[in-house]
Structure formats: C-alpha cells, structure tokens
C-alpha cells in the first residue's frame, strides 16, 4: 500500500487508486493482490475518517504559559546559527 494511492482513495478517487494498482503491482489485470490492497486501503481511511492535512499542530507548544517558557529557555540555550 502506498501513500500516493492512500490519498488518492481518502480524497474521493478510488477508481484512480484501483487504476495505479492494477498498472503498477497486477501487470493491468485486477488481481487478488490488487483487490486486497483496495480492501487494505479501504479500510485504513475508515478507521482513521480520512487523511490528516496538517502535518503537525505547533499550537499546543504555545497554549500555556509553561510551554512558551520552555521554548524560550529551548531557544536560549541553543549555538549562536553559522
């Protein structure tokens, strides 16, 4: 299972996903490891209700005043950038 073909399905175009699985990994033909890959894939994005876009939230780094404290000792005891 890729990441491309992940996305594909979890972004509404699961006939795209079937058709670059059937290209690259059944030789054009829909086989049963293609079908098991589909049935895979299916089942990753509705176990996790689809595909985050954001990679990661800085928000919560900053929420409290203890964090933004931390940061800022984090940051101060860093080597001077090159």
Do not use: C
């Amino acid at each position: 299972m890729t990441v491309a073909n992940l996305r594909l399905y979890a972004n509404g175009h699961p006939e795209r996903a079937r058709e670059v699985l059937v290209k690259y990994h059944g030789n054009g033909q829909l086989t049963p490891l293609v079908r098991m890959e589909l049935d895979q894939i299916k089942h990753s994005v509705m176990a996790v209700g689809g595909i985050q876009t954001r990679r990661w939230d800085y928000r919560p780094l900053f929420s409290t005043k203890g964090n933004r404290r931390r940061i800022s000792l984090g940051e101060d005891t860093q080597p001077p950038a090159r």
